[in-house]
Nanobody, 124 residues
Framework: QVQLVESGGGLVQAGGSLRLSCAVS????????MGWFRQAPGKEREFVAA????????YYGDSVKGRFTISRDNAKNTMYLQMNSLKPEDTAVYYC?????????????????WGQGTQVTVSS
């Protein structure tokens, strides 16, 4: 079974930056894709970013494109989300996810394992 643990969330002012990390442990089966999703209070879960097994291919949701950067270090079993120019509307619980397959995917159905989430709050 795969375990995912997010870290790096917190409170930041608008225009600031945060870096989220997602540590992967347990029984993983390579290759596996990874992604970030978020959910704000009263809203549906939203796709943020995805990365392929190799790390060469990435895909972003329209609302974060140009501001967020996803990356991964397979040697460290860790994925990252660098978030710059944060806006109040980025406030949400951010979840990392992992799923079998080499290619990136924006579909939540492509991910079988999910973390507990980390809170990101952006003040205006």
């Amino acid at each position: 079974q795969v375990q995912l643990v997010e870290s790096g969330g917190g409170l930041v002012q608008a225009g600031g930056s945060l870096r989220l990390s997602c540590a992967v442990s347990g029984r993983t089966f390579s290759p596996y894709r990874m992604g970030w999703f978020r959910q704000a209070p009263g809203k549906e879960r939203e796709f943020v970013a995805a990365i392929s097994w190799s790390g060469r291919n990435t895909y972003y949701g329209d609302s974060v494109k140009g501001r967020f950067t996803i990356s991964r270090d397979n040697a460290k079993n860790t994925m990252y989300l660098q978030m710059n120019s944060l806006k109040p509307e980025d406030t949400a619980v951010y979840y990392c996810a992992a799923g079998q397959g080499a290619s990136e995917s924006s579909r939540s159905e492509s991910y079988a394992s999910w973390g507990q989430g980390t809170q990101v709050t952006v003040s205006s």
